[in-house]
C-alpha cells in the first residue's frame, strides 16, 4: 500500500526530546486523520483536518501539535512527551465529509523512554 | 455520542471455515455508515467492507460479507472460506452521515481472528 505513507516507521526518543511525524497522501483526498492505537483501547482520533482546516481536536496535550500545510502533506510535532504516549500513531486520509472511507498509512511506532 | 462494541477480544477459525465477528453500535442517528477494517500484523489497516445505514441490502465483497440489523444496531462480519491471509485485528467503525462530525470515525477495540491450517 503507498496510498499515505509515513516516516519515521519507528522513533525512540526521550522525554526533552523534540520531533515530527510525516504523513504523506497521494489518492487526492482533502481530508486527514492522525489517531493513536494503543493496546487494548479504540483507535483514539487525535486530530482532523478537512479542506487543511483543523476541525476536530479531541482534547489532546498541548505537547502535540499538528500542522497541514496542504492537502497532502501532515505533521504531527511532537515535545516533551511522557512515557504513557508512547503508541503507533497512525494517518489517514479521505474525501471531507459524506460516508468516504479513510485510508491509513502503516503508522509510526513511538517509543518514549 | 455515539459507541461501537466489540465483545470478542480474539476469535479463531479454521482454514476454508466460516468466521463470523460481532459488532453493536450505539447511535440516535438514521443516517450513517458502517464500516469493518483489517489490520494485519505489518499494521496497515485496510477497509474490508461499508455499508449505508439507508440500504437494507447487506453489503458483500467478495468472501466477506454482512449482517447489518438496524433495529438491533447489529453490525456483524462474515468470513467464507477462512484464507491464512486472514489472520488479522478486525476493527469495526462508524462514521455520521450528516452534521459536523461526517468527517470522525469511531472504532470498536477489535478482534483478533487466527487462522489455523
Known amino acids: 500500500e503507498t496510498g499515505v505513507t509515513q516516516t519515521p516507521r519507528h522513533l525512540v526518543m526521550g522525554m526533552t526530546n523534540k520531533k515530527s511525524l510525516k504523513c504523506e497522501q497521494h489518492?487526492?483526498?482533502?481530508?486527514m486523520y492522525w489517531y493513536k492505537q494503543s493496546a487494548k483501547k479504540p483507535l483514539e482520533l487525535m486530530f482532523v483536518y478537512s479542506l487543511e482546516e483543523r476541525v476536530e481536536n479531541n482534547s489532546v496535550p498541548s505537547r502535540f501539535s499538528p500542522e497541514c500545510p496542504n492537502s497532502s502533506h501532515l505533521f504531527l510535532h511532537l515535545h516533551t512527551l511522557q512515557p504513557e504516549d508512547s503508541a503507533l500513531y497512525l494517518c489517514?486520509?479521505?474525501?471531507?465529509?459524506?460516508?468516504?472511507?479513510?485510508?491509513f498509512g502503516p503508522g509510526t511506532r513511538l517509543t518514549v523512554t | 455520542a455515539q459507541t461501537v462494541t466489540q465483545s470478542q477480544p480474539e476469535m479463531s477459525v479454521q482454514e476454508a471455515e466460516t468466521v463470523t465477528l460481532s459488532c453493536t453500535y450505539d447511535?440516535?442517528?438514521?443516517?450513517?455508515?458502517l464500516f469493518w477494517y483489517k489490520q494485519p500484523p505489518s499494521r496497515q489497516m485496510i477497509l474490508v467492507i461499508r455499508?449505508?445505514?439507508?440500504?437494507?441490502q447487506n453489503a458483500t465483497e467478495n468472501r466477506f460479507s454482512v449482517n447489518f440489523q438496524k433495529a438491533a444496531k447489529s453490525f456483524s462480519l462474515k468470513i467464507s472460506d477462512s484464507q491464512l491471509g486472514d489472520a488479522a485485528m478486525y476493527f469495526c467503525?462508524?462514521?455520521?452521515?450528516?452534521?459536523?462530525?461526517?468527517?470522525?470515525?469511531?472504532f470498536g477495540t477489535g478482534t483478533r481472528l487466527q487462522v489455523f491450517p
Open positions: 447511535t440516535s442517528e438514521s443516517d450513517y455508515y
Open positions: 489517514a486520509s479521505s474525501r471531507a465529509s459524506g460516508g468516504y472511507e479513510q485510508y
Open positions: 455499508q449505508e445505514a439507508y440500504k437494507q
Open positions: 489518492l487526492g483526498h482533502n481530508a
Open positions: 467503525a462508524y462514521r455520521s452521515a450528516g452534521g459536523y462530525n461526517t468527517d470522525k470515525l469511531i
